[in-house]
Antibody, heavy 114, light 112 residues
Framework: EVQLVESGGGLVQPGRSLKLSCLAS????????MNWIRQAPGKGLEWVAS????????YYADTVKGRFTISRDNAKNTLYLQMTSLRSEDTALYYC???????WGQGVMVTVSS | DIVMTQAPLSVSVTPGESASISCRSS???????????VYWYLQKPGKSPQLLIY???NLASGVPDRFSGSGSETDFTLKISRVEAEDVGIYYC?????????FGSGTKLEIK
């Protein structure tokens, strides 16, 4: 069974940092590009970043470029999102998903508030 | 960025009847390889989005064949035949042709 399990979310003050993780199982993680996609409360889906299977290609949404860093460790079957200089508008449920969106995690909530 | 425009905002359907949701892209989603990179998702209440249709008309694994996708280069339709109570939720279209990936604003399906 394919599983993507996100962790690392929580309540953080504006300007601070947070690192999300996504542990993959049930498929060959190292063969798949991956995405982070977020959903603000009551809102639609917003793509955040993507990374190719070997980390050769990395892309970011303009809204997070320069503040967020996507990375992966194929030996640990884990995807990461390092978030810095967090803003209130970054408050959302963050999903990791495969590059072609076949697989989604359950999401992890990030709340940016003082 | 490619803008994805969905209609209607919401739809109410009697069980057993059909429903159609439209999605329009601001740019052709037809790649030179002949594949049209439009995808459809269902987000059931309190759940993660799940893939229904990939590359415009291909049924994702485990998805009932009551769901079907069709369209052209910029206009797309998701059809749900014989709607069931379990089909309630928000339907999104999305494009995976190019970055940034973008999604429609969603269509809420309710049961009458």
């Amino acid at each position: 069974e394919v599983q993507l399990v996100e962790s690392g979310g929580g309540l953080v003050q504006p300007g601070r940092s947070l690192k999300l993780s996504c542990l993959a199982s049930g498929f060959t993680f190292s063969n798949y590009g991956m995405n982070w996609i977020r959903q603000a409360p009551g809102k639609g889906l917003e793509w955040v970043a993507s990374i190719s299977s070997s980390s050769s290609y990395i892309y970011y949404a303009d809204t997070v470029k320069g503040r967020f860093t996507i990375s992966r460790d194929n030996a640990k079957n884990t995807l990461y999102l390092q978030m810095t200089s967090l803003r209130s508008e970054d408050t959302a449920l963050y999903y990791c998903a495969s590059r072609t969106t076949d697989y989604w995690g359950q999401g992890v909530m990030v709340t940016v508030s003082s | 960025d490619i803008v994805m425009t969905q209609a209607p905002l919401s739809v109410s359907v009697t069980p057993g009847e059909s429903a159609s949701i439209s999605c329009r892209s601001s740019k052709s989603l037809l790649h030179s390889n002949g594949i049209t990179y439009v995808y459809w998702y269902l987000q059931k209440p309190g759940k993660s989005p799940q893939l229904l249709i990939y590359r415009m008309s291909n049924l994702a694994s485990g998805v009932p064949d009551r769901f079907s996708g069709s369209g052209s280069e910029t206009d797309f339709t998701l059809k749900i035949s014989r709607v069931e109570a379990e089909d309630v939720g928000i339907y999104y279209c999305g494009q995976l042709l190019e970055n940034p990936l973008t999604f429609g604003s969603g269509t809420k399906l309710e049961i009458k």
